[in-house]
């Protein structure tokens, strides 16, 4: 699955096209700050099986995001965003709730799933396959199952979870073994377990990380060389 690192990195790539010159440090923060909220539900695992992917990844949270910052920002000068932190208050708000959608959500929507419309709807949604055009077949997609016998079981948080960090499991990729052999889990001893901390989980996601870096890390060099020009012009 995308690590939080990975939502982060794209959410920081969106926050630095879609603000353009409003992009410095404070808007980074705040767009990083909302990217994490999804995944916070994972430490409602224990309270709740199946929380993660669901409480905090349904589409209502940035529906109801938006709604209010709609709401809020056609209040003109009496908008609660706008009397604290002006016009460009209410457009991080807006980025910040699109990268929630966008970065967050979106990318665990088609990698594994998330509970799309939770509590509403209790059922895990997968969005992943193929399109391209063949020679010899047309068009392929592979998106939506349009076969009749396709899959009936439904995933929910009754019967479905995924692996986080809060769950102890046989390592993977070493046999395990309870008893004899020389195997790593050979001669009678404990089962070895880990806990996965997901930083990069494939190549992709790996380049991501440091483009992600350095797009930001240029964009806030220009940021603060525009500022300084700015006090010195005065």
């Known amino acids: 699955m995308p690590s939080t690192l990975v939502h982060v990195s794209l959410a920081l790539l969106l926050a630095a096209g879609l603000l353009g010159e409003e992009f410095d440090g404070r808007s980074a923060l705040a767009v990083a700050a909302a990217t994490v909220v999804p995944d916070l539900d994972v430490a409602l695992e224990p309270l709740l099986s199946g929380a993660h ?83 010899d077949r047309g068009w392929v997609q592979t998106f939506v199952d349009l076969s009749p016998d396709g899959p009936t079981e439904r995933r929910t948080t009754g019967n479905f979870d995924f692996r986080t960090v809060l769950d102890a499991e046989p390592t993977l990729g070493v046999e395990q073994s ?51 020009g700015s006090e010195a012009d005065r």
Not at 190 to 219: C, D, H, K, N, Y
Request: aromatic share 12%.
């Open 53 to 135: 992917r669901s409480v905090g990844h349904t589409f209502l949270l940035p529906a109801v995001l938006f709604a209010a910052l709609l709401w809020d920002s056609r209040r003109g000068s009496a908008s609660a965003v706008r009397r604290r932190y002006g016009d460009r208050g209410v457009r991080v708000a807006f980025v910040a709730a699109f990268c929630i959608f966008g970065a967050a959500i979106v990318p665990d929507l088609v990698v594994g799933g998330v509970n799309a419309l939770y509590p509403l709807h209790d059922a895990f949604y997968t969005v992943d396959g193929r399109l391209y055009y063949s020679t």
């Open 178 to 228: 309870d008893s004899g052999g020389s195997g790593a889990g050979g001669g009678g001893g404990p089962r070895r377990v880990e806990r996965l901390f997901p930083i990069a989980m494939t190549g992709f996601r790996a380049w991501l990380l440091p483009l992600s870096a350095f797009v930001t890390a240029t964009r806030l060099w220009r940021a603060h060389r525009t500022s300084v």
